[in-house]
């Protein structure tokens, strides 16, 4: 069996303090990450803002230096990329940011746009304006677009354009953040699309980082459900969205909007966090999320948990117990004295 295109092991990004004179503790933007993705597959990474998602993406990148743990592509360790390793990352891995607008020169058409990226990777002259017209016609777009600029455009159709750039340097691996967060909610949908068709004909491997799960579940192999720099639980989409198990997981099903009756179906009972997500500079004792976990016990609060494995699906909570699927069980014990538990 073939290597991972990308597997990503203990990973943690650090970012010490701004200022200096100043003692203040680092912030564990990520801190422990574990995950892998096959070709031809997308896992989705989810998760409220700030739980560390992008860290994770510009991590994979080298936009920020690895703090610890390892990064593998197609195998081999780039985890802190010698010279070489740059230009595989800078050619084979793209990163496609969620603002189409900023990412686009204002004063450059989007002919000019798309040859950047072609004359940088060493593409023959002669073949340029064909490779041009070939990725927009990838994207959904027609030849009248060229001598646009990125102003005449929708936020759609620039970010179709984005994608095109990335797709120009002909990546294996796309690292898509909030790809759709600025666009509108029906324009979302044709890019997820867009997405979806691309990665069929190219063989494309994603990594899909998003706060909007109603996008994910149609979409992603895998999913990654992140908090305050950890991911708390893993496994496939369809078993996770079906039974999540992590109070995490389930708060954040249960807000999403229901449009349909397969919604529904998939929601769980509404179980509200408390609180707002606490710094990464001051994260809690044993399991981060207890301050903010209606199933809490004292347990909590002193231990990390260790990964279980229910099904498919890797779960981090004390509180969870897999032989109820459920939190009574473990609440009960968590009433009786000490000596009385079984
Ligand atoms: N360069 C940096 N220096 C210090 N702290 C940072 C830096 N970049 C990110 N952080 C902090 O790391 C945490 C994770 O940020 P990150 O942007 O990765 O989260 P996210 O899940 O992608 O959220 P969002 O969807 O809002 O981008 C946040 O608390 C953020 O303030």
Redesign the pocket.
């Known amino acids: 069996m073939s290597a991972p295109v990308l597997e990503v092991k203990n990973l943690k990004k650090h970012?010490a303090s701004?200022g200096w004179l100043t003692d203040e503790p680092p912030?564990k933007?990520?801190d422990g990450v574990s995950f892998s993705i096959d070709e031809g597959e997308t896992l989705a990474l989810i998760?409220?803002?700030?739980?560390?998602?992008?860290?994770?993406a510009k991590t994979i990148i080298d936009i920020?230096e690895t703090t610890d743990g390892l990064i593998r592509y197609q195998g081999e360790d780039i985890t802190n990329p010698i010279r070489r390793q740059v230009e595989t990352i800078r050619s084979e891995i793209q990163l496609v940011f969620q603002d189409p607008t900023s990412c686009l020169n204002p004063r450059r058409t989007i002919r000019k746009t798309l040859l950047v990226p072609l004359k940088a990777t060493g593409v023959p002259r002669e073949e340029r304006e064909a490779r041009v017209s070939e990725m927009l016609e990838r994207v959904g777009l027609t030849d009248e677009y060229l001598r646009k600029y990125p102003h005449e455009l929708s936020g759609g159709q620039k970010q179709r354009v984005n994608i095109a750039r990335a797709l120009a340097v002909e990546p294996q691996l796309l690292l898509l953040?909030?790809p759709t967060s600025a666009l509108d909610v029906s324009v979302q949908a044709k890019i997820v699309d867009l997405l979806a068709d691309l990665q069929e004909e190219l063989g494309l491997t994603y990594l899909f980082?998003t706060?909007d799960l109603s996008l994910v579940r149609n979409f992603a192999d895998e999913t990654a459900v992140?908090y305050l720099?950890e991911i708390q639980e893993q496994g496939p989409t369809e078993e996770l969205f079906e039974s999540p198990r992590h109070p995490y997981t389930r708060a954040l099903l249960s807000s999403i909007p229901v449009t349909s009756a397969a919604d529904e179906a998939y929601r769980p009972e509404s179980e509200p966090l408390r609180g707002e997500v606490p710094?990464?500079r001051d994260v809690p004792s044993g399991c981060r999320l207890h301050p903010r976990c209606p199933h809490a016990t004292e347990d909590c609060s002193m231990r990390q948990p260790d990964t279980r494995h229910v099904n498919d699906v890797a779960v981090n909570c004390i509180a969870y117990d897999d032989d109820t699927d459920g939190f009574d069980a473990l609440l009960d014990a968590a009433n009786t004295t000490p000596g009385d538990a079984s």
């Open positions: 970012f701004d912030a933007a990520v998760g409220e803002s700030g739980s560390g998602k992008s860290t994770v920020h953040d909030e980082i706060h992140m720099g710094s990464p």
